[in-house]
């Protein structure tokens, strides 16, 4: 499921982008001035960056008690010796370059509860032959203090965890260089202080084939450089790229991550995901949003700093003219539902700073898009949640009340205590990329559809409790409602018949 951006009456465009370049444990990001710290000012986070890739920790210099030593000279001893060793094994990995057998699928298959410790300077390299580093359904397998590099899993699959088996923990370990997802997500799974840089397609892909993924913890990882085989260009609008992806989790914490210089989005949850906390992470310099949530539920978005996102992806849009207010924080088909269990029945996003990035937050809401319509890419994932496909086909859908259910709505989204700055002259702009947005498009397909028209744009603009309140705008801002043609000064948005805003302020010289 792509990246929807089915809007107005422009289809997304395959991006020629220039390839991110880093050289030893230097990050782009690093060689570009860098950016200082928001300031800690009412609504405002001073986030701390997770500098991981530079300084990464340290394994143990000796092998723990009871662990089984694995030998760097001897190729494919860590595969060996988890196959002869019970489960709940110990394993420390002497310093220098491992290797599994040259063969594709060869691969690390571990037993429930092993343990797998590197010493300072131990890599697991898969010599762009192998194509999984660990794989396997075991439970509760820990990986720390390792390097793992070199691996060529195919696309939309991962090296560390390639079969998202649950509970596992993965700390410590640099992920770099690989192709695929350096890493797959599982159920209870933890991903804690990791460096995850320069791997093809995600730094990691939260997904499992069978249900929903969840009880997932992200945290205290740098994210960086990822998606360098530049997928959306190699397979126009497959939203099959960035930093990291969701696939239907139920119940996430991300939190206290630097994700940055990313090729395409940042963060990104896609298609059925519920009760995330996303929050004190620094999302910076990412060439597209930097953070995109799509057909999902339920979400607090807090504490973040979020700076120079967007600048390649939003002028490209602007260069051809289009006119949709592409966003740092987009929000499609996304909204709160209280019959679905969460921490919380709406979408909050507060306390943010966002700085200097192309455009702002964009509600959106795809008319064309619902259970069961041509239009929609994701029919197979309707049943999920509160989906109803035995009641959204045609002809059912076009009575009401039964295409209630049949939508993904953008509604009861609460946006406030933000600070939105924006500086043209470094964003390095003139227009369109000073947007504010909530909106829809002009409804009409298939013929059948309930849904044409200006329905979809008044509901999302007026009907479905989505609303900006008590934030502070420092720039020239616009606001954009209903559609893209309808551009707003800040008096019209606070006026009616949008009253958006109240208790906000407004400096349109501040900014710079």
Request: neutral net charge; hydrophobic residues 35%; contains cysteine.
């Amino acid at each position: 499921m792509g990246f929807k951006r089915r809007h107005w009456a422009s289809a997304a465009a395959s991006l020629a982008l220039a390839l991110l370049t880093t050289t030893g444990c230097d990050t782009a990001s690093e060689a570009r001035a860098k950016p200082t710290a928001a300031p800690a000012t009412a609504g405002a986070p001073s986030t701390p960056v997770a500098r991981v890739c530079a300084k990464p920790a340290a394994g143990p210099a000796k092998a723990p008690a009871g662990a089984v030593t694995v030998d760097p000279a001897v190729v494919g001893d860590l595969a060996a010796k988890t196959k002869s060793n019970p489960p709940n094994t110990t394993f420390w990995l002497r310093p220098g370059r491992h290797r599994l057998d040259p063969d594709r699928y060869a691969q690390v298959v571990p037993k429930e509860g092993n343990r797998y410790l590197g010493a300072p300077g131990a890599v697991l390299d898969g010599g762009k032959t192998n194509q999984y580093a660990f794989g396997g359904t075991a439970g509760n397998v820990t990986i720390g203090y390792l390097t793992v590099q070199g691996f060529v899993a195919p696309q939309n699959e991962g090296v560390v965890n390639h079969d998202s088996a649950d509970g596992w923990v993965i700390e410590h370990t640099t992920i770099r260089n690989n192709s695929g997802a350096g890493l797959m997500g599982g159920s209870h799974q933890q991903v804690r202080v990791n460096c995850l840089r320069d791997n093809g397609q995600y730094g990691m892909n939260a997904y499992q084939a069978h249900g929903a993924l969840s009880g997932l913890v992200v945290e205290g990882n740098e994210i960086v450089g990822n998606n360098t085989g530049d997928w959306e260009r190699q397979k126009p609008g497959c939203g099959c790229s960035g930093g990291v992806k969701f696939w239907a989790v139920d119940g996430a914490d991300v939190r206290g991550n630097w994700v940055h210089d990313n090729r395409g989005a940042g963060l990104w949850a896609d298609t059925n995901n519920n009760d995330f906390r996303i929050e004190d992470n620094v999302l910076e310099a990412n060439d597209g949003a930097a953070l995109i949530y799509e057909a999902s539920y339920n979400a607090v978005v807090r504490r973040n700093t979020i700076r120079r996102n967007n600048w390649v992806e939003g002028r490209r849009y602007a260069d051809r003219d289009d006119s949709f207010p592409l966003a740092t924080v987009y929000l499609s088909e996304s909204g709160g539902e209280p019959r679905i269990p969460a921490r919380t029945d709406k979408i909050e996003v507060y306390r943010n700073v966002l700085e200097n990035n192309w455009n702002g937050i964009t509600l959106w809401e795809n008319a064309d898009r619902f259970c069961n319509s041509p239009a929609n890419t994701s029919s197979g994932d309707c049943t999920l949640l509160v989906r109803r496909p035995d009641r959204c086909a045609r002809p059912a859908i076009a009575t009401a009340p039964l295409y209630a259910d049949c939508r993904w709505k953008t509604q009861r989204v609460d946006i406030h205590d933000n600070r939105f700055v924006l500086d043209k002259s470094v964003v390095d702009c003139t227009v369109k990329c000073d947007r504010m947005a909530v909106l829809a498009n002009y409804g009409t397909y298939p013929d059948w559809s309930p849904y044409q028209g200006e329905r979809v744009a008044e509901a999302i603009t007026r009907e479905q409790r989505n609303r900006w309140h008590d934030n502070v705008y420092l720039g020239p801002w616009k606001f954009v409602a209903h559609d893209p043609s309808r551009v707003l000064d800040f008096g019209q948005w606070q006026g009616t018949p949008y009253q958006q805003d109240a208790g906000s302020t407004f400096d349109p010289r501040a900014g710079g």
